[in-house]
């Protein structure tokens, strides 16, 4: 997808000189320049100092900031949740690195318990500014148990925000913003993603939480997406321009708190709507969707709200497999080809 | 009316009696009213659920009030403790005032958190209370977390993390001690062995050779406590908290102790044996403590009576609070999850 229009997008700016960086170094610049700007912010998890991340996102960042601000975990993900509340309610800023999704759920009391629960139970009166990072997502052959989209876990719980970028230029301005949110933020980094370049420019800049962004204007279909299956729509969005099919393509960018109403507002305009996500289709984040543009929306609708996910199965290993287990660019295509028959 | 606390061990001194070796005539005070303050609180928290003025659970401390009051005693202000779903000790040990916690139990929008939490969840960070926590073994991140940060900050706090014999099985348990050995952070872990978890007795949910011996695989120093006694869990405290803020690392302490009520308000606790339950009654951390210092001389009945007296009209008042305080309004309800949402 083009990176500029985004920015252009996100923030109505002439859109600058291009500096392609990768994903996984627009995360390390976010996390870099808050660490410089705030000296309560750290950064601690599993394999983050001497390793760099096991993507490489904070890379560099022991040698420049020392062991005390990046520290390595042993494999405790309890320890690692739960600290970043003690941690936070005292004065601290942790950025916190799982590594993988999948090994949250190791630390899902210290998450859905005590952080997320923490000020609501206290009175309202504590701040808790923590990031939660994780990779996630499939697509590269690292099988069940290193390859789910468990978002939908965390948006169900009150108390928690949750962020899933789509290219190199959101990720950095979304990530700064969560660092400096005083409140609990997942931030899920779909692991396809951290090599892909994306145009971003130097010095500062934010991307706020809670705002969707129109990343193709269309006025046929609207897709509704989020994290890698965004690039996936907007190549199928490509596809289908040439079949005469105008495609709108919606990044949500924060999946808490939900931005709806530009989602609402392409609706009244293109009277169709598909939602995909990587994550399994059933009990997905796309089902809530899905019920809010009928709830907003459902005089402008010509077809139901369509949904693509993956099936209803672990990832597989096998490379045609896990390929086939969640939504293409030709599937999304296809999904978008049946809304325009009402199928 | 909660009466100040002396300065704490470990700044400075407090200017303990030479002959008797009991501390000082103001931390004595401190401590007796202390712990009548925990059980007259309770026993009217009881009263008042009985009477159905509350809802919910109460796990009640009484028992145990020289544990918390001792480890109490021996920090600061800005120190920092976690407490358990059996809390209410710990928030009064640590400054809590009895009309913003029973107001909080009766869920009154007057309480510590405007009637959210009630009596498992009761926090006050300006007096260095994290919270309370309705998870068993929940607490130990959190504290771990907390001592990470005061090293990080360098702000000379030590926190305090209770925890029962429950949560010594725990993932946690291990997870925290084992990251706050490896940093020599400042952090002070205090088993308090109430004998019970729930209605499983410790012998049927621990094994090897007792709690405290687990410090030695993290290389801490694992200190038995008499947890009915007020003088040794302070002592002992003093000592683990010196240590830690000298920046020589965490210990553990066990607080070997009883719980004197069931689980809950709702438990008559018949699973135990009643030999067992004569022989811990006759060492009540309260009657001991009268019974020590006035065979010392070092307090006399009237001031312990004055001190009764005084807890009582504080506790009748709180009871008074909590009765005629609203409820909290219905547009508080969304009110504090997030910051800014």
């Known amino acids: 997808m083009d990176a500029t229009k985004a920015r252009t997008a996100a923030n109505g700016e002439t859109p600058v000189e291009q500096r392609l960086i990768f994903f996984n170094q627009a995360l390390r610049e976010a996390i870099d320049e808050e660490m410089t700007r705030d000296p309560t912010v750290f950064v601690y998890g599993e394999e983050v100092g001497v390793w760099g991340g096991s993507y490489n996102v904070t890379q560099g960042l022991l040698d420049k900031y020392g062991p005390l601000r990046v520290i390595d975990t042993p494999i405790s993900e309890a320890l690692i949740g739960g600290a970043a509340v003690g941690a936070s309610i005292t004065g601290s800023r942790p950025v916190v690195d799982f590594m993988y999704q999948d090994f949250m759920g190791i630390a899902m009391d210290q998450i859905v318990n005590q952080a997320a629960k923490n000020r609501y139970m206290f009175g309202g009166k504590n701040a808790l500014p923590i990031v939660y990072r994780a990779a996630f997502g499939a697509g590269i052959g690292n099988a069940a148990q290193h390859t789910q989209s468990l978002e939908a876990w965390f948006t169900h719980v009150p108390g928690l925000k949750v962020v899933a970028p789509s290219n190199a230029y959101d990720a950095k301005g979304l990530l700064k913003s969560a660092i400096r949110d005083d409140n609990v933020v997942l931030f899920f980094e779909h692991k396809a993603l951290y090599r892909e370049r994306g145009d971003v420019p130097e010095g500062e800049y934010l991307v706020p939480l809670g705002v969707s962004d129109v990343k193709r204007a269309g006025a046929n279909a609207t897709i509704v997406s989020y994290a890698r299956q965004v690039q996936f729509a907007l190549q199928a969005a490509e596809q289908l321009a040439s079949e005469g099919i105008d495609v709108e393509v919606i990044d949500l960018r924060t999946l808490y708190p939900l931005d709806i109403d530009p989602v609402i507002e392409s609706v009244k305009k293109t009277n169709r709507a598909l939602v995909v996500h990587e994550a399994v289709r059933f009990g997905g984040f796309g089902g809530e969707v899905a019920a809010q543009i009928q709830e907003l929306g459902f005089d402008y609708l010509d077809a139901p709200v369509k949904r693509l996910g993956a099936v209803h199965a672990p990832v597989p290993f096998a490379e045609p497999l896990e390929m086939a287990s969640f939504p293409s660019v030709e599937s999304i295509a296809q999904g978008v080809r049946e809304l325009m028959q009402g199928i | ?341």
């Open chain 2, 1 to 341: 009316m909660a009466a100040r606390k002396p300065k704490a061990a470990g700044k400075k001194a407090r200017g303990a009696s030479k002959k008797s070796k009991l501390p000082g005539k103001e931390m004595l005070e401190w401590m007796y009213r202390t712990m009548v303050r925990i059980r007259r609180f309770e026993e009217a928290a009881d009263r008042a659920f009985q009477a159905a003025r509350m809802r919910g659970a109460l796990h009640f401390y009484i028992g145990e009030e020289a544990s918390g009051t001792g480890v109490c005693a021996a920090l600061t202000d800005s120190d920092y403790i976690t407490s358990t779903h059996r809390g209410h000790g710990h928030c009064i040990a640590k400054g809590g005032r009895l009309d913003l916690m029973m107001a909080e139990l009766f869920g009154k929008a007057t309480g510590y958190c405007g009637g959210k939490g009630g009596s498992m969840h009761i926090a006050d960070l300006d007096l260095g209370n994290l919270g309370a926590n309705g998870i068993v073994g929940g607490g130990l991140p959190i504290a771990t977390g907390a001592a990470l940060g005061s090293k990080l900050r360098d702000d000379d706090n030590v926190t305090v993390c209770f925890f029962g014999d429950g949560a010594a099985p725990n993932g946690t348990f291990h997870e925290s001690i084992n990251f706050g050995a490896l940093h020599d952070l400042p952090i002070v872990y205090v088993c308090e062995n109430n004998q019970w978890g729930m209605g499983t007795h410790v012998s049927d949910t621990n094994a090897g050779p007792g709690i405290v011996t687990r410090a030695d695989s993290y290389g801490i120093p694992g200190v038995m406590v008499d947890g009915n006694d007020v003088f040794d869990v302070f002592a002992k405290t003093t000592a683990a908290v010196k240590r830690a803020r000298a920046g020589k690392g965490p210990s553990l302490l066990v607080c070997e102790t009883y719980r004197h009520r069931g689980h809950t308000v709702h438990d008559q606790a018949a699973y135990r044996d009643q030999a067992d339950v004569d022989e811990w009654m006759a060492r009540d951390p309260i009657e001991r403590f009268r019974k020590t210092v006035t065979t010392a001389k070092a307090m006399s009945k009237k001031k312990l009576e004055a001190i009764d007296a005084e807890v009582l009209q504080e506790v009748e008042a709180a009871v008074e609070f909590a009765a005629s305080s609203p409820f909290p309004q219905l547009d508080t309800l969304l009110q504090g999850v997030y910051t800014d949402v």
